[in-house]
């Protein structure tokens, strides 16, 4: 509970604030390499429609409803299921078990943004231009291999987002991420025009947007929909956390709507800003996870002032992780300063400290611990794997239930439409069928088939 009740709670405080947030959130690594390498590698335009299909399907209607219960309880993600849920019904365990998943996603997502933060400096300084793939790569594989760097590195990126939290929601998330989103936006727009007008981009172009049917596999709808749910923060008590800071007058739907659109628009930029580019130099799409750090410096390196350009690619992408990074730390921040009243800066400490120990195996798998493995992973990607492949869908799947089958029809109603001041009933009737039957149905049988759980 809150410690002190005589004192509001902190919260977004524009509508502006709220969409930059937000998209803060949902805008992250997700676009800028994910999106970009999963698109080269499952066929282009085919994946795209596919991850479109699962955005509006499951991650549209989970993350309005996710807001909503957020928006409803004003409390931190584990306060809010004790308080909605009715007595002696466990489903807070669903927030417990989105601050596991967010120290999961955090543990590697630091160490990828990490490699990103270093990359804005390797590019200053010129080190990383080469047109040869084979030098890029060993540039890349020297700096994850070396202990000292990647760890470094990782504390680095744990420092700014912890100076940030412990600036409060208001002047910290909202304020910072009010400038960078717009920021993010210039360059990215810089960098897809730059793209689309080198001689030969029109291959790239026709990768990103021509789908060829016959290259979806239930592989692609797997990734895809793994995809939306990681794009979108939902299923881990991020986005219920923002929606415990939004307004109420705020239309749930349309913002979130909005932030989908934009995080969509986002992805689709980075995609014009890469593929162009990628086909024209007659590079390899379907490079993988390395896409980002190996083909694209190769890439630059290619083009006239290609250091500059380089630069402004791997700050967009930091900027983009910081706003990402903010959310997921948020949840157990929030929760551990809430509910157990141990005051913001205190929590926030114990929080970069836990995730420096639980992060270092993540930021040392490529060096001294890249021969420990559990199930024949290592824990970079044993983490990925428990938190995007079963701790996010089974959340999404809880959530799903909750709403749809125990707080039900009426108080949905009721929430979404701002307790009537908004005429939205047609759209929450449909929207409610989704999230009842639709959505959990899908994600069930989406991450069966990923399990192999059919053969
Ligand atoms: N949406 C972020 C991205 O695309 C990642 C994220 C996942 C953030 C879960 C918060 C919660 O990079």
């Known amino acids: ?123 200053i300084g010129g080190g990383l231009l080469s047109t040869d793939p084979k030098v890029t790569s060993a540039a890349f594989d020297s700096m994850v291999g070396d202990p000292v760097q990647s760890l470094v590195w990782q504390w680095v990126v744990l420092v700014v987002i912890g100076g940030i939290l412990l600036m409060g929601v208001s002047k910290g998330i909202e304020a910072v991420t009010k400038k ?75 913002t979130t709507f909005r932030v989908m659109s934009a995080d969509l628009f986002v992805s689709l930029l980075a995609g014009i800003a890469i593929f162009p580019a990628v086909f024209a130099f007659g590079f390899e799409p379907g490079a993988g996870p390395k896409l980002l750090f190996i083909t694209i410096p190769a890439v630059f390196a290619n083009m006239p002032l290609g250091n500059v350009f380089m630069v402004a690619f791997f700050l967009l992408a930091s900027i983009a992780a910081i706003g990402a990074m903010l959310s997921l730390l948020e949840v157990p921040v929030s929760v551990m300063s809430e509910r ?14 836990l995730l420096a120990l639980l992060g270092s195996g993540c930021a040392l798998s490529a060096s001294l611990t890249a021969n420990v493995k559990l199930f024949g992973m290592n824990q970079f990607d044993l983490f990925d794997f428990v938190s995007t492949k079963l701790l996010m869908p089974i959340g999404g799947i809880a959530l799903c239930l909750f709403v749809g089958w125990v707080w039900g029809e009426q108080r949905f109603r009721t929430a979404l439409s701002n307790n009537g001041a908004l005429a939205n009933e047609k759209l929450l009737g449909v929207l409610f069928l989704v999230v009842r039957y639709v959505s959990p149905v899908l994600i069930l049988a989406v991450m069966l088939k990923g399990l192999n759980v059919f053969g």
Do not use: C
């Open 180 to 254: 960078l989103m717009p920021l993010l936006f210039l360059l990215l727009l810089i960098l897809s025009v730059r793209s689309m007008l080198l001689p030969g981009s029109s291959a790239g172009l026709a990768f990103l947007f021509k789908p060829d049917f016959a290259k979806i596999n239930a592989q692609v709808v797997l990734s895809a929909m793994g995809l939306a749910f990681f794009k979108l923060s939902i299923g881990m008590g991020t986005m219920m956390t923002y929606g415990s800071y939004f307004r109420d007058d705020q239309n749930v739907p349309v």
């Open 340 to 353: 157990f009243g141990w005051g913001r800066p205190v929590t926030t400490v114990i929080n970069l400290l």
């Open 1 to 123: 509970m809150s410690q002190d009740s005589s004192k509001a709670r902190d919260g977004f405080t524009s509508s502006f604030g709220v969409l930059a947030a937000t998209l803060g959130s949902a805008v992250g690594l997700g676009n800028i390499w994910m999106f970009p390498y999963l698109t080269g590698s499952s066929g282009g335009a085919g994946f795209l429609l596919v991850y479109l299909a699962a955005t509006l399907l499951v991650g549209l209607p989970v993350m309005i409803s996710e807001i909503m219960l957020g928006r409803h309880a004003k409390a931190d993600a584990v306060t809010t299921m004790i308080k909605l849920a009715p007595r002696r019904q466990p489903w807070w365990l669903v927030s417990a078990f989105g601050v596991l998943a967010a120290f999961l996603i955090m543990s590697f997502y630091t160490e990828v943004a990490g490699w990103v933060f270093a990359y804005v400096f390797k590019a």
